[in-house]
């Protein structure tokens, strides 16, 4: 696996053990096809839902191909090394096709989504490791993927936030009372709420209550996925969203937002509505004033700053329309490791304000070198 020495090695890490592992093969498959062979050295490195770490197949078609999702499977095992001075991978199986050992990664790109991979976790084994990698660190990550303090700190920062409840043990505390929200609660909330998993993403877990009787079963579902969970007051406006990358000074740029339109029929844009089903329209940019595009750029700069996030980001928003008539713009989520699909929409709205994929791509991985982690500076 040696590689010209001009090359820069990039361990791309994709699927994972959480809900999201086939969305992450497709966008660790967009990402390693934009890195330049001329630059790069790319090195597959998947995660399999059980946790085994592989060296995996290079030509493994990594997209969903007539509604079937892609996964991690077969491949040579490898393990990160934890001693800074290794430098990357070792291979637990070797072989004359592989060699002894994988060493020296330069950077890693991991493109994992949900658990195990966009909360903190990776990022630490990563900072122990002392390898640079792409995206926020340890903190940043793990605020960003629990909706309860990424509230708390967009919050602090003064951004708008909508009305929710935590629901802590809630398998637990659907069992012991599945009423579970008061009289106040429920008014303050009103109709419809969202119930989603605190820390998940790709709609995965999530339901759209519109009669309290749904309520039992839907934090049933979402508790299937993370025991802590949101139930969110639907806040009725557009949606639109907004991507952030760091700047060659570090300072975070904003690109022109986009937003995502549901067709007739499709109530809320769910896993389904994202990635299998043609159920909505995007306008990239998105048809605003410039005062309100600047005022969605502003403030998806604010929270990436209030989260303390690195490299890049995706801030999504409802906009709507306030009791005295004015714009009423509220963050929904931060997402620390957007998606990389052909379809996301962080790459696309960067590519509408200039900068395509394999430029982002490069962007990205350059910057994690230049930057590094806390461990490799």
Known sequence: MSGKPDKVRVAVVFGGRSAEHSISCVSAGSVMAALDPERYEVVPVGIATDGRWVLAD??????????????????????????????????????????????????????????????????????????????????????SMDKEFTKKLLAAAGLPQGEHVVLRDAAGAVSADPALLDDAARERLGLPVFVKPARAGSSIGITRVTDWAQFPAAVAEAAAVDPKVLVEAAVPGREIECGVLAGPDGRPQASLPAEIRLRPGVDWYDFAAKYLDDAADFDIPAALSPGQTEAVQEAARRAYLALDCRGLARVDFFLGTAPDGSDRLVINEVNTMPGFTPISMFARMWAATGVDFADLVDRLVTGALDGGSRAAR
């Open 58 to 143: 290079p030509d493994q078609r990594l997209a969903i191909t007539d509604g079937k999702l892609p996964e991690v499977v077969g491949g040579t095992a490898v393990s990160l090394v934890g001693d800074p001075a290794g430098r990357g991978l070792a291979v637990l199986e070797p072989s004359a096709a592989v060699g002894p050992a994988l060493t020296e990664v330069d950077v890693v790109f991991p493109v994992l989504h949900g658990a195990y991979g966009e909360d903190g976790t990776i990022q630490g084994l990563l900072e122990m490791a002392g390898l640079p990698y792409v995206g926020s660190g340890v903190f940043a990550s793990a605020a």
